[in-house]
């Protein structure tokens, strides 16, 4: 029985020795110093968390509070006036042209001295007549708001029909002749705004001289060869600025006729655009 027991612990000894030993048993070389375990790496730290801005809405405006509003460009004065007082200025110009009734006008004018304005006017009753003027402009006097001024105008017309033909035409109409001169004086009235409308009030005498008179009475006699005939003229109207150049005008006007062949009274309108020139 002996060798049996002694066998089986011989057994259990050798199968002992030839198995792999375990780590946590591995204690190195005999004499060697052992480092000690190196740490294990701890998780970093979480950082602060960090909110990011809100894309801006349309109540919060995407300029940065620093900035500052612009401000609007102040606007250029519109100084052209054609039928008012305020002279264009040395060697400056201005036009208009107005549609009405019973005239279709134009006019130009330019400054040769800071207050005296010279230039020419066309009429035409849409064919019918067509008179051609030289005209002047004189400012005598300039308030803030007000300004007061002379006119004057002078030259020949040319009607498309003989006096003979032209009883209710043209010159029943107008109160013109073949030669007409104007002269009067005009107030103006406008605010102190850079493009401030501007209001006009004329009274002109129209002088017709009649180179071609007829009698119209059967036991008249024979007429002079030259007939003179009064008139007076009076407007009201203003210049409504639009833009630096451009302003929109608007007449209206009573004309008395000093003839006994012409219309006693007729009322005149017009709508037209006065332009500065270049």
Same mark, same amino acid.
């Given at each position: 029985?002996?060798?049996?027991?002694?066998?089986?612990?011989?057994?259990?000894?050798?199968?002992?020795?030839?198995?792999?030993?375990?780590?946590?048993?591995?204690?190195?070389?005999?004499?060697?110093?052992?480092?000690?375990?190196?740490?294990?790496?701890?998780?970093?730290?979480?950082? =602060?968390?960090? /909110? !990011? +801005?809100?894309? #801006?809405?349309? $109540?919060? @405006?995407? *300029? =940065?509070?620093? /900035? !500052? +509003?612009?401000? #609007?460009?102040? $606007?250029? @004065?519109? *100084?052209?006036?054609?039928?008012?007082?305020?002279?264009?200025?040395?060697?400056?110009?201005?036009?208009?042209?107005?549609?009405?009734?019973?005239?279709?006008?134009?006019?130009?004018?330019?400054?040769?001295?800071?207050?005296?304005?010279?230039?020419?006017?066309?009429?035409?009753?849409?064919?019918?007549?067509?008179?051609?003027?030289?005209?002047?402009?004189?400012?005598?006097?300039?308030?803030?708001?007000?300004?007061?001024?002379?006119?004057?105008?002078?030259?020949?017309?040319?009607?498309?029909?003989?006096?003979?033909?032209?009883?209710?035409?043209?010159?029943?109409?107008?109160?013109?002749?073949?030669?007409?001169?104007?002269?009067?004086?005009?107030?103006?009235?406008?605010?102190?705004?850079?493009?401030?409308?501007?209001?006009?009030?004329?009274?002109?005498?129209?002088?017709?001289?009649?180179?071609?008179?007829?009698?119209?009475?059967?036991?008249?006699?024979?007429?002079?060869?030259?007939?003179?005939?009064?008139?007076?003229?009076?407007?009201?109207?203003?210049?409504?600025?639009?833009?630096?150049?451009?302003?929109?005008?608007?007449?209206?006007?009573?004309?008395?006729?000093?003839?006994?062949?012409?219309?006693?009274?007729?009322?005149?309108?017009?709508?037209?655009?006065?332009?500065?020139?270049?």
């Amino acid at each position: 029985m002996w060798p049996l027991l002694l066998a089986a612990l011989l057994g259990q000894a050798g199968a002992a020795a030839g198995a792999p030993p375990q780590e946590s048993e591995w204690t190195g070389l005999p004499g060697e110093q052992q480092a000690p375990p190196a740490p294990e790496p701890s998780a970093p730290a979480p950082s =602060p968390s960090r /909110s !990011l +801005p809100m894309p #801006p809405t349309i $109540e919060e @405006p995407m *300029l =940065p509070p620093s /900035s !500052l +509003p612009l401000s #609007p460009r102040p $606007e250029r @004065p519109n *100084l052209t006036s054609v039928y008012g007082v305020a002279p264009l200025g040395a060697w400056k110009r201005g036009a208009a042209v107005s549609l009405g009734f019973p005239l279709l006008q134009a006019r130009a004018l330019m400054g040769v001295t800071p207050k005296l304005d010279l230039g020419v006017e066309y009429d035409t009753l849409y064919g019918l007549m067509h008179d051609v003027r030289a005209s002047a402009r004189w400012m005598l006097w300039s308030g803030d708001t007000m300004s007061l001024g002379l006119v004057g105008d002078a030259g020949p017309a040319f009607y498309a029909k003989l006096p003979q033909q032209d009883a209710k035409g043209a010159r029943w109409l107008t109160g013109r002749r073949n030669v007409n001169a104007t002269a009067g004086m005009v107030l103006a009235v406008h605010g102190p705004a850079p493009r401030a409308s501007r209001f006009f009030l004329a009274a002109r005498c129209l002088l017709a001289m009649d180179t071609e008179p007829i009698q119209g009475e059967p036991l008249g006699g024979t007429p002079p060869p030259v007939v003179f005939a009064p008139n007076l003229l009076t407007e009201v109207g203003l210049e409504a600025p639009v833009s630096e150049w451009v302003s929109l005008a608007f007449r209206v006007g009573l004309d008395l006729h000093g003839r006994s062949e012409d219309s006693l009274v007729m009322v005149t309108g017009s709508a037209g655009v006065v332009t500065a020139l270049p």
